[in-house]
């Protein structure tokens, strides 16, 4: 097994390239930081992620993390590698094969990079988001080539294991098609979904819950950013597109129907609806769970708080004490109004346990 990464250079000292020096340095690895924002730089160096690097140094670094767009990666690599800059490179783009292409056009030395890609990110950019738990836990796909060799490979997973995630091994369109399914094409609908909103007035967005802030999360990423993924695995997103667009078609075409044919065409037209609503739950049902098993079903337990400084530590405070693990939390303010419903997903066992706790503490809850 190769050794832990002591020496690394990080180019891109943008949310994913600092935590992963945040990680390292965590670690008391000599983290070198480079980007062309000088700005980003001293930003992260005073979040402790390293130093900047003065120039060229004086011996190669044991790993180079190019943390840059996918568009990017090609010409850093092949820069990075004239330098000198490392024994062995990686990336941290969201798409793989385009950028092995091109990097082999360019004549980059692939013997000594490794493409990663770490599933981990915040709708935040830039190195003031950055965490160094980031990838706690997290995948963090490898897509070695025929061409990659043996000490490489072991070095970046290594890596991937400093920073707490899980590597996994995937050929690069492999990659890039799960991707498109799992991430890229989800942002689009996110976006398309959200820029409905832009029709609505402000009445209307005073209804907002949580339903809509969950589909349209994702929307609030860099605009910019997105455009170059998208753009570098144009296909295999548009192929999820189109299906998602044909399903929301049909059942567009089968609600107008519906109301023009009278109850028959409804009936028809509702039964529609229905399959694409139960395709729906057995899709989401599918998405692993807590520590990459089966979704689990968990119960429920609403709390009227105030919205005031350390309400929410004293309601964790008293699951504490009652002895249940919260297993998620959603909070949904109330418009005008300084309260908010907290709901707190426990196991079904242990939901009336910690609602007996939170009564006998003064918290409101409902059922």
Known sequence: MSPEPRRLIVI???LIGTSIALALRERDADVLLVDRDAASVRLAVE???????????AEPADLAVLAVPPAAVAATLRDAQKRGLAKVYTDVASVKAAPLVEAAELGCDLTTFVAGHPLAGRERSGPAAARADLFLGRPWVLCPTSASGPEATATVTELARACGAEPLTMDPGEHDRAVALVSHAPHVVSAAMAARLGDG??????LSGQGVRDVTRIAAGDPKLW?????????????????VASDLALAAAALRAGTAAGRAGADAAAELGADLLRRGNA????????????QSRYAIVSVLIPDRP???????????VAGVNIEDVVIEHSPGRPVGVVELSVRPEAAERLAGELRGRGWSVPG
């Open 12 to 14: 891109g000292a943008g």
């Open 47 to 57: 979040l402790g992620a390293g130093t900047a690097l003065p120039g060229d140094p």
């Open 201 to 206: 007035s402000d009445m209307t967005l005073g």
């Open 227 to 243: 455009i170059g993924i998208l753009a570098a695995n144009a296909e295999p997103v548009a192929d999820v597109l189109e299906g």
């Open 283 to 294: 899709g989401r049902g599918k998405i692993p769970g807590k520590h990459g098993g089966r």
């Open 310 to 320: 350390g309400e929410l530590a004293l309601l964790f405070q008293a699951a504490g």
